[in-house]
């Protein structure tokens, strides 16, 4: 899966101090060899050249709003 610029991701990382978190993409480039790799915006900072398989879709409604549903 490709993202776009804008689109909000969760970065999994775990040598980055944002892993887990929920950014937006702000920035696509194409590397030397044709693959893409990212740059996104957390709310404290960014990170740069994220390859796509460190990163997934931000689902609005994941896991925040699961447990509140019920009470």
Do not use: C, R
Not at 21 to 49: H, K, L, N, P, R
């Amino acid at each position: 899966m490709s993202f776009e610029k804008e689109d909000e991701v969760v970065l999994h990382d775990k040598h980055s101090e944002y892993d887990g978190e929920t950014g937006t993409i702000t920035q696509v480039m194409e590397t030397m060899f044709g693959d893409a790799t990212y740059t996104v915006s957390f709310d404290d900072g960014q990170e740069t050249g994220v390859p796509e398989d460190s990163l997934d879709a931000a689902d609005d409604s994941d896991e925040n709003d699961d447990d509140d549903s019920d009470e």
